[in-house]
């Protein structure tokens, strides 16, 4: 019967997690989404072997297929530092200009 007493002693408190939010802290919570906006993710489509830019090559010219945000179904051309392949996807922090040649000096 102790038993019984501690079960129900447990079960009946609430966690923090299990109760509904106030309005402040909704509108908080979402500030912080907001805040932590980390850019629009593009698919590529296209990448460019013999445009390599950069002082040492080490930049590749890539298409990509913009996936969400106004510019979605949009291909722009980007210019991408580190190894990458047809199929990977990336973020993009801004999807309205297009990439330039990158040219040595």
Request: charged content about 30%.
């Given at each position: 019967?102790?038993?019984?007493?501690?079960?129900?002693?447990?079960?009946?408190?609430?966690?923090?997690?299990?109760r509904p939010a106030e309005?402040?802290?909704?509108?908080?919570?979402?500030?912080?989404?907001?805040?932590?906006?980390?850019?629009?993710?593009?698919?590529?489509?296209?990448?460019?072997?013999?445009?390599?830019?950069?002082?040492?090559?080490?930049?590749?010219?890539?298409?990509?297929?913009?996936?969400?945000?106004?510019?979605?179904?949009?291909?722009?051309?980007?210019?991408?530092?580190?190894?990458?392949?047809?199929?990977?996807?990336?973020?993009?922090v801004d999807t309205s200009?297009?990439?330039?040649?990158?040219?040595?000096?």
């Open positions: 019967m102790a038993e019984g007493k501690q079960d129900k002693e447990v079960t009946g408190k609430t966690t923090p997690e299990a309005p402040q802290q909704a509108a908080a919570i979402q500030e912080q989404q907001q805040a932590a906006f980390h850019g629009f993710a593009a698919e590529i489509v296209e990448v460019s072997k013999k445009s390599k830019t950069g002082m040492y090559g080490e930049i590749y010219t890539v298409m990509c297929n913009v996936l969400e945000g106004r510019d979605k179904g949009r291909i722009i051309k980007r210019n991408i530092l580190g190894p990458v392949k047809v199929g990977d996807i990336v973020r993009l200009r297009e990439a330039k040649q990158i040219s040595v000096r």
